[in-house]
């Protein structure tokens, strides 16, 4: 491979929440190892590795220019968001007035959601779910409907459209979120269940907010379709919001943007987004989105695909064969995965606390899923080195499964 994948990066004292915030809230962030054990970290979902050399090039030739002053989003900007969009998603139809900048997709939510609801309204949201989604919307006096997915006959989360049309029409639902991919499972959604899913949001008159953070990170043999794609009903009836952070490890620059096509709701968002008056952009983070979005930023992400891919071929093959008890639904994008320790719990008389607090104790960082609305349920980021990922697993072997 051209870039590194296999270096293990020092981030210690190097502003990472990954491996400085452990002890740091209890309840949130797993507690640090016992005496003799480094720490793996496979919880925050960040990367554990170096950023594309071309990001790293355009923040160094803007920093080299000693002047930080108050800019606008560059032409350079725009039109590399919308040769990205293009080449990787084959969207067509997008123009610069349809993108607007956001400080974080949960900010992007909640801004959508104050234009399209009133305070304690109902908001339909898949289960599990991303624990992001849960303290936004009730910080916001907003109410959770949660459709569970459900795993069908071949181990594949799917969306349970019989429930979703009841919750629609009982809780007179107008707003639903969909994470797409989907965190924290890691689903690929195919075409036939986004035109189903979109379908009842049109016969209920629900707008959707569609969380695409996660799209350029597929497996391997999967490929994201945009929500907006599917129809014209969808175009005007969808709030997308993307970022360069999950892709590139960019999430400490803070940058996302949205892409909204109809004009009367963009408009109502981003008077929404203005408000507070701090919702604007950092000019560095303008400049990794351009270093991001290049030819070489595609190049190295179609090798970072290739590693996360053969990581989690990795993590599903050892886990058949040395866990007994513990289920996971291989995911099809994102570098997440999401355990079911129900059975292993039961057998073992163990509580999922119990079972979290001993993969920590050996410098295992994982996270408690929850949180995520995993009734016994763990998960694990795998944006790894291949050896650290061997290391964990390997010290879940011997010392706690």
Same mark, same amino acid.
């Given at each position: 491979m051209k870039y590194d994948f296999t270096s293990i990066l020092e981030r210690r004292g190097w502003d990472a929440l990954a491996v400085d915030g452990l002890g740091a809230r209890p309840g949130f962030a797993p507690e640090p190892p016992r005496e003799g054990f480094d720490v793996i970290p496979m919880w925050v979902a960040d990367m554990n590795f170096?950023?594309? !050399? =071309?990001?790293?090039?355009?923040?160094?030739?803007?920093? *080299?220019?000693?002047?930080?002053? #108050?800019?606008? !989003?560059? %032409?350079? #900007?725009?039109?590399?968001?919308? @040769?990205?969009?293009? $080449? @990787?998603?084959?969207?067509?139809?997008? =123009?610069? *007035?349809?993108?607007?900048? $956001?400080?974080?997709?949960?900010?992007? &939510?909640?801004?959508?959601?104050?234009?399209?609801? =009133?305070?304690? %309204?109902? &908001?339909?949201?898949?289960?599990?779910? #991303?624990?992001?989604?849960?303290?936004?919307? $009730?910080?916001?006096?907003?109410?959770?409907?949660?459709? !569970?997915?459900?795993? %069908?006959?071949?181990?594949?989360w799917r969306m349970d459209f019989a429930d979703m049309e009841w919750k629609l029409a009982e809780h007179r639902i107008h707003a639903a979120i969909l994470c797409s991919p989907h965190n924290p499972t890691g689903r690929v959604w195919e075409r036939w269940e986004l035109e189903r899913f979109l379908e009842l949001c049109r016969s209920y008159d629900v707008f959707v907010i569609s969380d695409e953070i996660w799209s350029d990170l597929t497996l391997e043999g999967y490929r994201h379709i945009p929500t907006q794609s599917i129809s014209e009903d969808a175009r005007r009836r969808t709030v997308a919001l993307y970022a360069p952070s999950k892709t590139f490890n960019l999430a400490g620059l803070v940058g996302s943007y949205h892409i909204i096509y109809n004009r009367w709701l963009r408009e109502r968002v981003e008077k929404e987004a203005s408000l507070s008056h701090y919702n604007e952009q950092n000019v560095l983070s303008m400049h990794a989105l351009t270093g991001a979005y290049s030819p070489e930023g595609a190049a190295w992400l179609e090798e970072l695909r290739q590693v996360l891919t053969g990581n989690v071929d990795y993590a599903c093959a050892y886990l058949a064969a040395h866990f007994p008890g513990v289920h996971l639904a291989r995911p099809q994008g994102t570098y997440m995965l999401f355990l079911d320790c129900t059975q292993w719990c039961a057998a073992h008389g163990k509580s999922i606390q119990q079972l979290l607090k001993a993969g920590w104790d050996v410098g295992v960082a994982w996270q408690d899923g929850t949180r995520f609305h995993g009734p016994c349920h763990i998960r694990m980021n795998l944006a790894l080195p291949l050896s650290r990922v061997q290391e964990a697993f390997d010290r879940l072997d011997r010392y706690v499964f």
């Open positions: 170096p950023v594309p !050399p =071309s990001v790293t090039r355009a923040i160094l030739r803007r920093a *080299e220019h000693p002047a930080f002053g #108050y800019f606008s !989003p560059s %032409d350079a #900007y725009h039109a590399a968001i919308l @040769r990205w969009q293009a $080449e @990787r998603n084959g969207v067509t139809g997008l =123009s610069r *007035e349809h993108i607007g900048y $956001e400080n974080g997709v949960l900010g992007g &939510v909640v801004s959508a959601l104050n234009v399209l609801c =009133s305070r304690g %309204d109902k &908001v339909l949201v898949h289960a599990p779910t #991303y624990v992001g989604f849960t303290g936004s919307l $009730e910080n916001n006096g907003y109410r959770i409907i949660h459709s !569970p997915l459900k795993l %069908d006959e071949t181990q594949v």
